[in-house]
């Protein structure tokens, strides 16, 4: 045990973002004489809530289970919001900036300090001389001016809301999963979902930019194992859309499998079938191109006519072709090769076990210590549900913190 500072938090949050700056608030607003710090990598907070719902911020879903406890986090904050039909719930003025800027006054109303361009490197557990657990903090901090400050801060508990490795750029580089692992927590192999997926095959140079509406299935090992309805966009690499992004989050790797266990297929004229009116369509003389491009796209036609090597148009009506026509538009497969970077991920899959955390998050391996967010073993589909557990495990971490400072601090056994 080497000397402490005079200052030993009540509690250290760990990152800035919507888990963390939501926790502090939280904790104040249980405990207004808790003191508290955020530790924060960015110059700024809540950097990523700016870049959410496309500037708009999917705050939450009327849907998810903790929907009731955020939605009375961001009335108690001052941020008004406004449900969709589908659920979906956004600030009113629907601008994300708005939210981070929220949140940034609450955290300046409630005097919460913070440490912004510092960068938590490291975290050990000590104990005073009364016995009580400390946690040391080492941070580095980056001024403007280039210059680098190295030093260590202390605290009671401490809440790591590090975020996972999506959106780099954001500040969220994967740092918690090297904190939970030196407090001997298992990490659930990560990977980056709610992305575009990457498909074989040189068609997408011509099919790029284009945008159909359909049903998307996922097979793995020839099974089916999502569907859902929904946009697809072709892209140069293969395809992407809110349906395609909520498909990556079945294809996580076990050991051994690879993505060839994988197929895709879009029906992409779900709910009608195609063939009857074909049929009908050719014997009045028209083409089956031009009834194909006015059903879907012209360069969807132009492709699904490729890919049958049609060339004989005399031929086009043929009753076996125009069955190959309809299984291709109602099952156009695709195989994935990779879903697309961290860098354009906007969430991960993985994370700290959650078997190994109690309700309020804490750890059930290193009292204390509690992660929120996307750091922990969480991943929802696009509409509000991952701000949603951001927002929800910050908020009930704040709750568990707050109550062992009432219980006084833990001392060694
Ligand atoms: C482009 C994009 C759009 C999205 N849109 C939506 C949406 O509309 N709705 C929705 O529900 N979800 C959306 N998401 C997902 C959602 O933003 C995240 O799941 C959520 O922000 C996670 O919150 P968090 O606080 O856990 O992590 P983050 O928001 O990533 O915050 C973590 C913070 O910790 C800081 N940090 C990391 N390591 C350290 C360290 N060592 N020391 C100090 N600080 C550190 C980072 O700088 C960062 O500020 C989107 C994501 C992206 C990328």
Known sequence: M????????????????????????????IK???SLLIIEKNSFVCRKIKATGNGKCNI????????????????????????????????????????????????KKHKIPILLSSTVLNIDKTFDKNNNKIFEIDILEEKEDGIKNKFTVCAKNIIIATGGKAGPKFGSTGDGYRFARAFGHRVVKTIPILAGIECRGNEFKYLQGVRVKGRINLF??????????????????????????????????????SFNDFEISIDICNGIDILPILRAKTINGANEEDILATITKP?????????????NTKNLSDENNLELISDLVHNLKFN????????????TSGGVD??????????????????????????????????????ASGIRASRGAVDRLGKGFERQK
């Open 336 to 347: 994935p090769v990779n879903i697309r970077s961290w860098k354009e991920a906007q969430c």
């Open 32 to 34: 207004p004489e808790a």
């Open 299 to 311: 360069e969807i036609s132009r492709f699904i006519i490729d890919k049958l090597k049609i060339k």
């Open 220 to 257: 793995k090992n020839g099974i089916n194992i999502f569907t859902e309805d929904g946009e697809v966009q072709f892209t140069k690499y293969g395809i992407s859309g809110i349906a395609v992004f909520n498909m990556t989050r079945f294809m996580r790797l076990n050991e051994g499998e």
């Open 2 to 29: 080497g000397d402490l500072p005079d200052k030993i938090y009540d509690i250290c949050i760990i990152g800035g973002g919507a888990s963390g700056t939501a926790s502090a608030i939280s904790a104040k607003k």
């Open 60 to 107: 939450t879903n009327i849907n998810a289970k903790e929907y009731q406890l955020v939605s009375r986090f961001f009335d108690s904050v001052g941020i008004v919001t406004r449900t969709y039909e589908n659920g979906l719930v956004y600030p009113y003025s629907e601008s994300a900036a708005d939210v981070s800027n929220m949140l940034f006054s609450n955290l």
């Open 354 to 391: 959650l078997n190994e955390l109690d309700e309020n998050y804490q750890s059930k391996k290193e009292s204390g210590v509690f992660f929120t967010g996307e750091v922990i073993d969480y991943d929802g589909p696009c509409g509000g549900y991952n701000l949603t557990n951001a927002f």
